[in-house]
C-alpha cells in the first residue's frame, strides 16, 4: 500500500508541476464585447517649421582632413592636388658586407603610388598630369595662386590611367629622375591634375584614414659602387587640394550639406508637446525641398544624417553619439526635389527621460563625412512653403481607465 | 512525511514562474475583471456546497473553528480553456493559487487564521490586427492590449467555539495592482515603428465579515457569513477612483443523513450593483447583483489503506458581475457560468498532511461567444 500511496503522491506532484508551470492568456479580440473600451488611434499632422531657426555652417571637416585628394576638371568643380613629400634618406647600409653605409648617388626613376578611390569610369583615356611645385609651396594657397605653377615649364610628366583601373592602389612612373636644389632639402612638391576627352573627377587617398600617396624613387649609390641600388618610399606631409570655385560660407536661405569642407545645418525645430511628449511617435518625416540637384560623383550617393543635439554651442554642438537615434536617408547625385528623412527615432528620443532635457535641435551633416565629394542644398525656412516641414503620425494618448 | 513538504515546494515553485494570477476567463475583460473562487480543493470538488463550512476558504470566518489544531495549507489551480468566438476558437491556459493560510489555536475555543485568498483576476490579453491607413496608405498593424495582476483578499479572522453555535470574525484588506499595457506593431518593412503604452494601478481596500455555524439536529450543520466591504480605491500616477464593493451574503447547510455520506449545498448572494454607478463615471457598463449555488455530495465508501478516500461530486451556477453588453445606464444580460465537478482526498504523512484535488468542467456564454474550461484544484493542508 505505501507504493499506492507514493504513486497517488507522485501523480499529484506531477500534476501540480504539469499543470501549474503554464500561460497563455492571448485571446483574439472581439469587439466591442470583450475588447478593451479605449482603441489605439492615430493621428497625422504635418507640421510647417516655419519658427525653424536653421543655419548652416560650412568648415566641419576641412580639406586637409579629408580622406581623399581630389583632381577635377568638372564645370562646377574645378580641383587639383598638392603634395609635399618628405625628403627621403641619403644613404643606406647594405647587410652582409663590410661597408658601413652607402650613399645616394644617382636618381634610376620615381615611381608615384596613389590609392584610387572614385573616378567615372564612362570617362576614357584618363590622364594624370603631374608638375613640379616649389618645395615650400603655400599650404594656405588657392586654386588661383597656383595656377602659375601649372605650366609647361614645371610639367614632370602625364599618365594614363588605365580605362579598366578599378579602385585600389596604381603606381606610376612619372620621371627616371628628379633634380632637387640642395635648397629644397630633398623635399620635393608635387602638382596632380587630370585631363581627358571630357569634364570628370578622380579622388584617391589622402592619408586621412586611408592610403597615402607614396613617392618612391630608385637610386644608384655613389661611386666606386654605383652598381648597388636601392628604393627609398616617403609619404606626403602635405597633402591637399584646392578647388575652384573656392568654398564658401553657404548663403542665407540655403541649409547645406556635404561637400568640401564640409557643410552641416542646425535646425532648431519648435513642436507642439503632444508630438515630443507623448513618446508615441510611431512615423516621423522631416521633409526637405532641394535646391539644384545633390552634387557629387556621376551615379554616386551618399547619406544625410539628422541628429540629436544634446549640448547646444552652436555649430560646436555635442551630438547625441548613439546612431540608433539619428535620422538617415539616402541621397543620389543628379536627385532633386523633396527628400524625406526619417525623424522618428529623434522625436522619439526627446520623449524618453534622457532626450527631455536636451535641447529640441538636429544637425544635418553628410555621411560619410569628410570621405564624399557629394554635397546638397536644402531651401530654408524663409523660403515659405518650400522650406522644411514635419509630418508626424502618432498615436492618440490611449486611455487605460480606472479602476 | 518528507512528500508532502515537496508537493507543496512544487506548488510554490510554480507560484514563483508564473505570475501571481493568471487569466482565468476571456470574460474578465469586463468590469474589475474576473470574480475570482477562493476556494480549497475540497470545495472545489464539491461545487462549492461545502464553502460556508470549509475552514481553509475565505469566506465563513466561523469555520476555522474546523481546525483543531495548528494548520498550513495552499492550493494551486491549473486550467484549460477553449473560447469559442463564432469563428473560430482559441485554447488557453493559465495558472491560479486561488488560496493560501495558516491557522492555529488559542485554548480550546478560539482559532486565529490568516489567509490571502484571490478576489479579483485581472490577468488578460487581447490580440487585434487591422489594417490602417496613417497618410492615405494601408498597412497592417497589430495591437496587443494586456493586463497582468488583480486584487488579493487578505483577511485575519478569529472563530469561537460556544456551546451551541460557533461564530467568527474577520478582517480583510484588499490589495493587489494590475500593469495594464497598449502596443501596436507594424510589420518590418513598413516605415512605421511600434508603439507602447503602459499604467501601473495600485489597488486598496478593507472589508469585514461574520459568520456563524449551528447545529439544529444531529449531522446537520447550518452557517451563514455576511461580508461588508468598503471601497476599492484605484489609484494611478496622475488619477484615482473609488468603487463600493459589494456586501457578500452566504448560507449553507451540510448533512450526513447517512454514516459515509454527507450532503453540502450553499447560496450566496454579492450586491455587485454597487459598483455600479463608480463604473459608469468611468464610462464602462454598469455591473449587477449576482447569485451563486453550489451542491455537493461526498461518498465515503473507498479507503486507501485505513484510511478513508472520500469521493466528491459536485455542481455549481454563479452569476458573473460584469455582463457582457449594457452601458453606462443599463446593465447587460445576467452571464452565467456553471460547472460540474468531482475529485478526491487523502490523508497523508501520518495524517499530518491531506491532499484534495479538484476537477471543475463547466463552461460560460455569452450570445455567440462561449468559454468552455477545465481546471484542476490541488490543494494540501500540512498539520505539523
Given at each position: 500500500m505505501s507504493a499506492w500511496r507514493s504513486a497517488v503522491f507522485v501523480t499529484g506532484l506531477a500534476a501540480a508541476a504539469a499543470m501549474g508551470c503554464q500561460e497563455k492568456v492571448t485571446t483574439p479580440s472581439r469587439c466591442p464585447a470583450l475588447c478593451p473600451a479605449s482603441k489605439v488611434e492615430?493621428?497625422?499632422?504635418?507640421?510647417?517649421?516655419?519658427?525653424?531657426?536653421?543655419?548652416?555652417?560650412?568648415?566641419?571637416?576641412?580639406?586637409?582632413?579629408?580622406?581623399?585628394?581630389?583632381?577635377?576638371?568638372?564645370?562646377?568643380?574645378?580641383?587639383?592636388?598638392?603634395?609635399?613629400?618628405?625628403?627621403?634618406?641619403?644613404?643606406?647600409?647594405?647587410?652582409?658586407?663590410?661597408?658601413?653605409?652607402?650613399?645616394?648617388?644617382?636618381?634610376?626613376?620615381?615611381?608615384?603610388?596613389?590609392?584610387?578611390?572614385?573616378?567615372?569610369?564612362?570617362?576614357?583615356?584618363?590622364?594624370?598630369?603631374?608638375?613640379?611645385?616649389?618645395?615650400?609651396?603655400?599650404?594656405?594657397?588657392?586654386?588661383?595662386?597656383?595656377?602659375?605653377?601649372?605650366?609647361?615649364?614645371?610639367?614632370?610628366?602625364?599618365?594614363?590611367?588605365?580605362?579598366?583601373?578599378?579602385?585600389?592602389?596604381?603606381?606610376?612612373?612619372?620621371?627616371?629622375?628628379?633634380?632637387?636644389?640642395?635648397?629644397?632639402?630633398?623635399?620635393?612638391?608635387?602638382?596632380?591634375?587630370?585631363v581627358a576627352p571630357s569634364k570628370t573627377a578622380l579622388t584617391f587617398g589622402s592619408g586621412n584614414l586611408s592610403t597615402a600617396p607614396l613617392l618612391t624613387t630608385y637610386v644608384h649609390a655613389r661611386a666606386p659602387f654605383d652598381t648597388a641600388t636601392s628604393l627609398f618610399s616617403v609619404s606626403p606631409s602635405v597633402a591637399l587640394f584646392v578647388l575652384n570655385p573656392a568654398p564658401v560660407q553657404p548663403p542665407p536661405g540655403i541649409l547645406a550639406v556635404g561637400g568640401i569642407p564640409t557643410a552641416r545645418t542646425l535646425m532648431r525645430l519648435s513642436l507642439p508637446k503632444l508630438v515630443v511628449d507623448s513618446a508615441s511617435v510611431v512615423r516621423a518625416t522631416l521633409l526637405l525641398n532641394t535646391v539644384g540637384a545633390v552634387g557629387g560623383f556621376a551615379g554616386d550617393?551618399?547619406?544625410?544624417?539628422?541628429?540629436?543635439?544634446?549640448?547646444?554651442?552652436?555649430?560646436?554642438?555635442?551630438?547625441?553619439?548613439?546612431?540608433?537615434?539619428?535620422?538617415?536617408?539616402?541621397?543620389?547625385?543628379?536627385?532633386?526635389?523633396?527628400?524625406?528623412?526619417?525623424?522618428?527615432?529623434?522625436?522619439?528620443?526627446?520623449?524618453?527621460?534622457?532626450?527631455?532635457?536636451?535641447?529640441?535641435?538636429?544637425?544635418?551633416?553628410?555621411?560619410?563625412?569628410?570621405?564624399?565629394?557629394?554635397?546638397?542644398?536644402?531651401?530654408?525656412?524663409?523660403?515659405?512653403?518650400?522650406?522644411?516641414?514635419?509630418?508626424?503620425?502618432y498615436v492618440k494618448p490611449y486611455s487605460f481607465g480606472v479602476p | 512525511m518528507r512528500r508532502a513538504p515537496a508537493v507543496l515546494a512544487a506548488l510554490l515553485a510554480c507560484a514563483g514562474a508564473s505570475r501571481a494570477a493568471a487569466q482565468d476567463s476571456v470574460f474578465g475583460i469586463r468590469g474589475l475583471g474576473l470574480l475570482d473562487r477562493g476556494v480549497s480543493g475540497k470545495s472545489a470538488a464539491l461545487g462549492g456546497g461545502f464553502v460556508v463550512f470549509d475552514p481553509s476558504a475565505a469566506v465563513n470566518p466561523a469555520s476555522l473553528a474546523g481546525w483543531h489544531t495548528t494548520a498550513g495549507w495552499a492550493v494551486g489551480a491549473g486550467s484549460f480553456r477553449s473560447f469559442d468566438y463564432g469563428t473560430g476558437t482559441s485554447s488557453l491556459s493559465a495558472t491560479r493559487f486561488p488560496v493560501v493560510g495558516f491557522a492555529g489555536g488559542i485554548g480550546e475555543k478560539v482559532v486565529v487564521a490568516i489567509t490571502a485568498s484571490d478576489y479579483l483576476d485581472r490577468n488578460w490579453s487581447v490580440q487585434q490586427t487591422d489594417t490602417v491607413s496613417p497618410r492615405g496608405t494601408p498597412v497592417v498593424a497589430s495591437d496587443n492590449t494586456q493586463s497582468a495582476g488583480g486584487v488579493t483578499d487578505l483577511r485575519l479572522a478569529m472563530a469561537y467555539r460556544l456551546p451551541n453555535i460557533t461564530v467568527g470574525f474577520g478582517a480583510h484588506v484588499l490589495t493587489g495592482s494590475t500593469n495594464t499595457s497598449v502596443s501596436r506593431q507594424f510589420p518590418d518593412d513598413s516605415a512605421f515603428v511600434s508603439y507602447t503604452q503602459a499604467q501601473t494601478t495600485n489597488y486598496t481596500g478593507f472589508g469585514f465579515s461574520a459568520g456563524a455555524l449551528v447545529s439544529p439536529l444531529p449531522g446537520l450543520v447550518t452557517g451563514a457569513s455576511v461580508r461588508v466591504n468598503g471601497r476599492l480605491r484605484a489609484t494611478t500616477t496622475d488619477t484615482a477612483a473609488d468603487v463600493p464593493m459589494p456586501v457578500e451574503v452566504n448560507a449553507g447547510f451540510y448533512d450526513q443523513p447517512l454514516p459515509g455520506l454527507a450532503v453540502a449545498g450553499t447560496v450566496g448572494w454579492a450586491s455587485w450593483s454597487r459598483a455600479a454607478g463608480a463604473l459608469a463615471a468611468a464610462g464602462q457598463a454598469r455591473s449587477r447583483d449576482v447569485w451563486s449555488v453550489g451542491l455537493g455530495v461526498e461518498v465515503g465508501v473507498l479507503r486507501l489503506g485505513r484510511r478513508p478516500l472520500p469521493l466528491r461530486f459536485g455542481y455549481r451556477w454563479r452569476q458573473l458581475p460584469f455582463?457582457?453588453?449594457?452601458?453606462?445606464?443599463?446593465?447587460?444580460?445576467?452571464?452565467?457560468?456553471?460547472?460540474?465537478?468531482?475529485?478526491?482526498?487523502?490523508?497523508?504523512?501520518?495524517g499530518r498532511a491531506t491532499v484534495d484535488l479538484g476537477l471543475d468542467i463547466g463552461s460560460r456564454a455569452a450570445g455567440t461567444l462561449s468559454e468552455s474550461f477545465t481546471t484542476l484544484y490541488v490543494g494540501l493542508t500540512i498539520r505539523p
Open positions: 492615430l493621428a497625422d499632422t504635418l507640421l510647417a517649421l516655419a519658427d525653424t531657426a536653421d543655419t548652416s555652417v560650412r568648415g566641419f571637416v576641412l580639406i586637409r582632413e579629408a580622406t581623399y585628394l581630389l583632381a577635377s576638371t568638372l564645370d562646377s568643380l574645378q580641383a587639383v592636388t598638392l603634395i609635399r613629400f618628405s625628403a627621403h634618406d641619403t644613404m643606406w647600409t647594405v647587410s652582409g658586407t663590410n661597408l658601413d653605409s652607402l650613399y645616394v648617388g644617382t636618381q634610376d626613376s620615381l615611381v608615384l603610388t596613389l590609392s584610387l578611390a572614385q573616378r567615372d569610369t564612362t570617362v576614357k583615356n584618363l590622364r594624370m598630369v603631374i608638375w613640379r611645385l616649389p618645395a615650400q609651396f603655400d599650404t594656405g594657397a588657392t586654386y588661383q595662386s597656383v595656377q602659375p605653377f601649372l605650366a609647361d615649364s614645371t610639367l614632370i610628366d602625364t599618365v594614363a590611367i588605365a580605362d579598366t583601373a578599378i579602385a585600389g592602389s596604381h603606381t606610376f612612373n612619372i620621371a627616371d629622375s628628379l633634380h632637387i636644389p640642395p635648397g629644397d632639402s630633398g623635399v620635393v612638391s608635387l602638382a596632380i591634375g587630370i550617393s551618399f547619406y544625410v544624417v539628422a541628429e540629436p543635439v544634446v549640448r547646444d554651442y552652436g555649430v560646436k554642438s555635442v551630438l547625441w553619439p548613439d546612431s540608433a537615434t539619428s535620422g538617415i536617408v539616402l541621397v543620389h547625385q543628379g536627385q532633386s526635389g523633396q527628400i524625406q528623412l526619417d525623424m522618428a527615432p529623434i522625436l522619439r528620443f526627446w520623449g524618453t527621460a534622457q532626450g527631455d532635457s536636451t535641447p529640441r535641435l538636429i544637425m544635418l551633416r553628410g555621411y560619410p563625412e569628410g570621405s564624399i565629394l557629394g554635397a546638397v542644398n536644402f531651401a530654408s525656412h524663409t523660403a515659405g512653403a518650400l522650406g522644411p516641414q514635419l509630418e508626424v503620425t | 455582463p457582457i453588453g449594457g452601458d453606462a445606464t443599463t446593465p447587460g444580460p445576467a452571464l452565467s457560468e456553471h460547472a460540474v465537478t468531482t475529485g478526491l482526498g487523502f490523508d497523508t504523512a501520518g
